[in-house]
């Protein structure tokens, strides 16, 4: 059985070993997940892991983010990393660890979550091209299909589009992702 639970510091080194294995021994993620606990843009509460049998499966971090209007800014969040074992996917593992950070960033008051990811996986959890909100992502040179939103407060990206000064909102990832 797995359980899903925040992350603690005991956990820090195995999540690392977790993101290294799922990404093929590159150490991008774990660097990034290493950086964002450190960052201002961190809560505690929305890094997960997955943990089966004494052993970390999995780990997903939730953080923040500015959702940027002309020169109006407003925090939202971001979901990266996200990674599972290899040996351990396939077992709704990083389905739950989602599942777990949107119920957790919902209960804390938050409005949406973004991420960059794969269009054919992440719908299932209610993501979808953020540019059909009117949003737009300058700093990855990514096609819009994975450029995604979740809305937690139902008709937010309604009052954003009718709220907005530009012609389009931009997300704007924090430099923790560019180090």
């Known amino acids: 059985m ?11 080194d195995a999540v690392r070993e977790v993101h290294l294995a799922a990404f093929g021994g590159k150490e991008d993620e774990s660097r990034l997940a290493d950086r964002i606990r450190e960052s201002v843009g961190f809560v505690p509460e929305l890094s ?3 943990e089966s049998d004494g052993r ?9 983010a500015e959702l940027v ?8 969040l971001v979901l990266a990393p996200i990674g599972v074992r290899p040996e351990a996917q396939g077992r709704g593992i990083g389905g739950a660890l989602i599942r777990e950070g949107i119920r ?9 979550i973004f991420l960059i ?6 719908p299932r959890f209610g993501f979808k091209p953020a540019v059909k909100g009117g949003l737009v992502l300058m700093q990855f040179d990514v096609p819009d299909d994975v450029f995604m ?23 704007k990832y924090p430099q923790t992702f560019f180090a």
């Open 2 to 12: 797995v359980q899903i639970r925040t992350e603690t510091k005991a956990d820090i």
């Open 48 to 50: 997960l892991v997955a």
């Open 56 to 64: 970390i499966e999995g780990h997903m971090l939730i953080s923040k």
């Open 69 to 76: 209007d002309g020169q109006d800014a407003q925090e939202t």
């Open 104 to 112: 957790r960033a919902e209960q804390l008051g938050y409005k949406l």
């Open 117 to 122: 990811g794969h269009p054919s996986y992440y």
């Open 149 to 171: 939103v979740l809305e937690l407060a139902e008709g937010e990206l309604d009052r954003l589009a009718a709220a907005r000064k530009e012609k389009y909102g931009e997300l």
